[in-house]
């Protein structure tokens, strides 16, 4: 796992606990999780258990993955830097053969399809990677001691919605549904008590998406899932696109003046 990736998520957390949003956290467990990130360093041996050191305890971070996992790693992963290649390689030509025409705007498209993920796959691999590190976790020195798994979600493929269906007949049907863009780990109930299932050995969950940084204290999950819509829908996206246009025209622009790309999902 790269040091760079980890201490990336690290930032979004410690970013996460110093600002002032409502993170369901009471003020004790508010310090303790500051004391927590504000102190922790890399291990210095990377190949040891945690990824992170502090005299406040340990963090340990790993990834997810939506797509099929196996042992060459994500296929969502590979798919991806393959795309992303393959947009480099369009971009560079499409660049070369462009004619800038003042008033005009050039545009390159590629679309990657996800048929490949699903929800099914991210349970399996949150599960799979939870038990390995708790396997690492219950072998070394920091069996007993305060606690963060820092669980990161990049693939950004699924979409969650929750609802209500018993309200479905009812009028009006305002605050009786909640959609989200990205999967949300705190909206699961499902993998929310797998995770209270050790609570014994892990105090904390971080988790780390593209649209969200969520704080977790594991034995306030029951609280968290009662306050839950009781129904979750969790889906795939349909594709990732990434966008670019050229020969944009500002005021004061010149005419080495390009535009700039843009990503969406």
Known sequence: MSRDNEQCCLTCVRKTIQSDRDLGLTDDEVREVAA????????PDA????????PAGFIEHFQ???????????THERGQAEFHREWGRKEAEFMESVSVIPGEVESLQEV?????HSYKNLVTSFQKHWVDHID?????????KTGAFMVQYTDWALEQSLYDSSYLNRTPTSHVSEYYPDFHLDKDRALLNF?????????????VGLCTTEI??????PEVVATLLPECCVGSRFSY???AAYGWSMPGATDTDRGWPDEQG
């Open 36 to 43: 927590l990130v504000e102190q922790a360093e890399p291990n």
């Open 47 to 54: 190949n040891k258990f945690p990824d992170f050191i502090s």
């Open 64 to 74: 997810i993955t939506s797509s099929n996992d196996n042992r060459k790693g994500s």
């Open 112 to 116: 990657r399809p996800y048929p490949e």
């Open 136 to 144: 690492s976790l219950r072998s070394s020195d920091w069996r007993g």
């Open 195 to 207: 995770i209270l299932g050790y609570v014994e050995e892990v105090r904390y969950v971080f988790y």
């Open 216 to 221: 977790i204290s594991v034995k306030s999950i």
């Open 241 to 243: 696109t990434r966008a």
